[in-house]
């Protein structure tokens, strides 16, 4: 298997910088706890520390900013996290608004890179991250990890009655980062929001104004944490890597 060096690579990215935004200001009812999804404990430590702890991990990144609920009052209680390129704003009421509001807060060239990543996606491999960047750095606009559907898909009505199978052949499932230069998702995030455009992620976005991003072979291990299965799926691969 191919093993990018993520030392080696910092000198691919001398004339731009790297920047990270971490949405964190959804409640992820779905998991079925009384704290923000985020905040799950998981292998005893919160879900968030897991994701921010490897994020930080990247030698060169100038600055990672989450975006906070209003009225979170679980960060400082569950995140010990000291480092100095980390710091905070507060999100909106979409992931769009959260990511523009970090956006907003960062001092960045149009050209510079930022990497937005899912505070739930605690098992991102530092590996895809380097993967990720180095396919991209050329790029003009950026891309996403994302792994190739394997299931038969449905599509149904209404009522749940099957209506024809799709084509999974060139479909994938959309992870994170999706790594963005900083000028065009500005822009395109702005101008969703603007015309009120529901937006999932960030490539949605860029989609949507006309831009084209790449795609990247991720990691399936790189799940994100929605149900309480995903909590059990996520410790025993934790525990199968200490093991490894």
Known sequence: ??????????????????????????????????????????????????????????????????????????????????????????GGASRAESVLSALNHLTANDDDWVLIHDAARPLISLNDIAKLRMKLAKHPVGGILATPVTDTLKHVDQHGTIQHTVNRKTLWRALTPQMCRY??????????????QTITDEAMALERCGYSMQIIEGSATNIKITYPIDLLVAEQLIKATFKA
């Open 1 to 90: 298997m191919l093993v990018f060096n993520i030392h080696a690579s910092v000198t691919l990215f001398m004339k731009t910088h790297t920047y990270i935004v971490v949405p964190a200001a959804g409640t992820g009812t779905r998991l079925h706890q009384s704290l923000p999804k985020q905040y799950a404990m998981l292998a005893g430590q919160a879900i968030l520390t897991h994701t921010l702890t490897t994020l930080l991990a990247i030698p060169d990144v100038q600055q990672l900013i989450i975006a906070l609920a209003a009225d979170d009052t679980h960060f400082d209680a569950l995140i010990t996290i000291d480092d100095a390129r980390l710091s905070r704003v507060i």
């Open 183 to 196: 000028g065009v998702l500005k822009q395109a995030l702005t101008q969703c929001l603007l015309e009120q």
